[in-house]
């Protein structure tokens, strides 16, 4: 089985910065798409950003372009989701999620889930 693990969660102010990672464990991630979800509390789950693992192509939901960067690091099977200039409304717990290839934002093609790390933004 593959896994996948978030971290970096946390509590910050609006307008502040967190970087999360998402550490992959059980085989090579060479021809996958890895990517962020979020839910908030009574909402759908939502694409949040995502990266081709070989090529590094990344794709971003309008709500967070220019805000996140999305990145991979291929020696520490680690992608990585800096989030800048933190909204409340980025409140959140963000996923980490994978699947082979053919990029999508549908949640339901992704077949790896990390457990998840809960992201509050305060105002």
């Known amino acids: 089985q593959v896994q996948l693990v978030e971290s970096g969660g946390g509590l910050v102010q609006a307008g502040g910065s967190l970087r999360l990672s998402c550490a992959a464990s059980?085989?090579?991630?060479?021809?996958?798409?890895l990517a962020w979800f979020r839910q908030a509390p009574g909402k759908e789950r939502d694409f949040v950003a995502a990266i081709t693992w070989s090529g590094g192509s990344t794709y971003y939901a309008d709500c967070v372009k220019g805000r996140f960067t999305v990145s991979r690091d291929i020696t520490e099977n680690t992608v990585y989701l800096q989030m800048n200039t933190l909204k409340p409304e980025d409140t959140a717990v963000y996923f980490c999620?994978?699947?082979?290839?053919?990029?999508?934002?549908?949640?339901?093609?992704?077949?790896?889930w990390g457990q998840g790390t809960q992201v509050t933004v305060s105002s």
């Open positions: 999620a994978a699947k082979g290839p053919g990029m999508t934002v549908v949640a339901a093609f992704y077949t790896v």
């Open positions: 059980g085989r090579s991630f060479n021809t996958y798409i």
